[in-house]
Nanobody
Framework: QLQASGGGLVQAGGSLKLSCAASGRVLAMAWFRQPPGKERESVAAIRWRGGTSYAGSVKGRFTISRDNAENSVTLEMNNLRFEDTAIYYC???????????????????????WGQGTLVTVSS
């Protein structure tokens, strides 16, 4: 199970931090988001043995980091834009699976567990 926290309402240019904790060992964790009226899209991902990947729209503004001991991940979002408004979902690739390669990090199908989603609203 995944437990996500953070999110809320922020003005454009502001910052927010999202956190997500897994109940067991994971190989990688990621954040995806679903803007209003659109399909879910990738945001950022991190592999426990090293390596991160970011969607082009957030690169340079968002930072994903992990806490190995806590099996958790944090997404720091800076310089938020109106178009960042979305429900953000965390996802995890379970520890019992085969390893994940870099090219799979932003692929939704690579993840087994999903959090309940947390709403981020950026006002313009």
């Amino acid at each position: 199970q995944l437990q996500a926290s953070g999110g809320g309402l922020v003005q454009a240019g502001g910052s927010l931090k999202l956190s997500c904790a897994a109940s067991g060992r994971v190989l990688a964790m990621a954040w995806f988001r679903q803007p209003p009226g659109k399909e879910r899209e990738s945001v950022a991902a991190i592999r426990w043995r090293g390596g991160t990947s970011y969607a082009g729209s957030v690169k340079g503004r968002f930072t994903i980091s992990r806490d190995n001991a806590e099996n958790s991940v944090t997404l720091e979002m800076n310089n938020l834009r109106f178009e960042d408004t979305a429900i953000y979902y965390c996802a995890a690739r379970d520890g019992g699976r085969n390893g994940i390669i870099s090219s799979q990090l932003l692929v939704q199908g690579a993840y087994d567990s999903w959090g309940q989603g947390t709403l981020v609203t950026v006002s313009s």
